[in-house]
């Protein structure tokens, strides 16, 4: 889906790069080729993993709290982050060889009704833009099972093929990597401003919508552009916009200390000034994983590593101390 002939070539046009491609070859993402002068999705139905997670772990922390998410990964990514936590799946694929397991779609749906306190399917590991065909199908099919549908992604996508997942998805956890435009040309092979529009077809679609930021020291760890990113958010997406702090771990081709606790702290303090909701991943010992009440600090939803405990009217959308609504 999405291509166009271009003379005698065809251009993908689900993500950004727009690749042109002749006879055979494949895209920047490595799973997308040009046969017979249509583009084929090399990694429909091939599952690199898949398995029963915390929804927590998506990260995911307003959608669900406490349920699990049946988790499906592939291989291929559109970006090349030479810190890629999961770069044994999503970079370097061998187009004749992808690996994985063939799995089919009412086989997954069946897996994921089979565990009672299971609420859907999520596609992540990998960057399932790339995987767009298998993507939609077993979106669609497990929405009309009754399956809640979530995609963790770079949110590195074109408009029109995002708003065709934007029908079937029910909550994104997108990437937000960094603030700007060198960061994502440099470090990830990619641009920062398609990210910022795909963040903000998401929220006018008012789909759940959740933003990690890996903090990378001396990357994207700047003071003040991190605060124009919490502005952006705040002015663009709202100040009730879930935003994940993530500790950043030597992967790939980096190698610098992992995030100190001070910085983590620190960038937490400048977005707590204009988000309501700012968590920290990765650093248990830092204890900001808790929803607190905005009114009274009651704590609506604790979370000790992938244990959950709801305190929180979800239908009245209260805390349960003040009676204040909280909008989460
Ligand atoms: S999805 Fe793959 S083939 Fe298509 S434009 Fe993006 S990188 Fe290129």
Redesign the pocket.
């Known amino acids: 889906m999405f291509y166009q002939k271009v003379k005698r070539n065809v251009q ?8 042109i ?1 002749h006879e055979g070859k ?4 490595g ?2 080729r040009n046969l017979g002068g249509k ?1 084929r999705c090399l990694n429909y139905g091939l599952v690199s993993s898949v398995g029963f997670d915390p929804i927590e772990k998506k990260p995911l922390y307003h959608f669900y709290p406490g349920k699990e998410i049946f988790s499906i990964g592939s291989m291929g990514c ?1 970006l090349s982050c030479n810190f890629c936590q999961n770069w044994e799946i999503s970079q370097n694929c061998q187009v004749e060889n992808l690996g994985g397991n063939k799995y089919e779609i009412k086989e997954l749906i069946a897996k994921a009704k089979s565990n009672p306190n299971n609420i859907g399917i999520a596609f992540t590991y990998n960057e399932p ?2 995987g ?1 065909e298998f993507v939609k199908d077993v979106a669609s099919k497990a929405q009309k099972e009754g399956l809640k549908t979530v995609m963790v992604s770079n949110g590195y996508i074109n408009q029109k093929p995002l708003e065709s997942l934007i029908e079937v998805i029910d909550a994104f956890n997108i990437d937000l990597k960094a603030f700007t435009e060198s960061f994502y040309v440099e470090m990830s092979g990619g641009q920062l401003a398609p990210v910022l529009e795909s963040l903000k077809i998401i929220n006018k679609h008012k789909r759940h919508l959740e933003i990690t930021f890996l903090v990378i020291p001396n990357k994207n760890d700047s003071v003040e552009i991190f605060k124009e990113m919490v502005s952006w958010i705040c002015n663009e997406l709202g100040e009730n916009t879930v935003l994940h702090l993530s500790r950043y771990f030597p992967r790939y081709k980096q190698n610098q200390p992992f995030t100190s606790n001070e910085k983590l702290i620190e960038l937490f303090n400048v977005a707590k000034e204009r988000l309501n909701f700012v968590y920290i991943g990765n650093a248990p010992e830092l204890d900001k994983s808790n929803t607190l009440c905005l009114h009274c600090n009651t704590v609506l939803i604790k979370r000790e590593r992938y244990n959950t405990m709801v305190n929180y009217n979800w239908e009245l959308k209260t805390c349960p101390e003040c009676n204040k609504p909280v909008e989460l």
């Open positions: 993908c046009n689900i993500c950004p790069h727009e690749c491609l494949v895209g920047v993402c799973v997308r583009i559109n833009t790339v767009f």
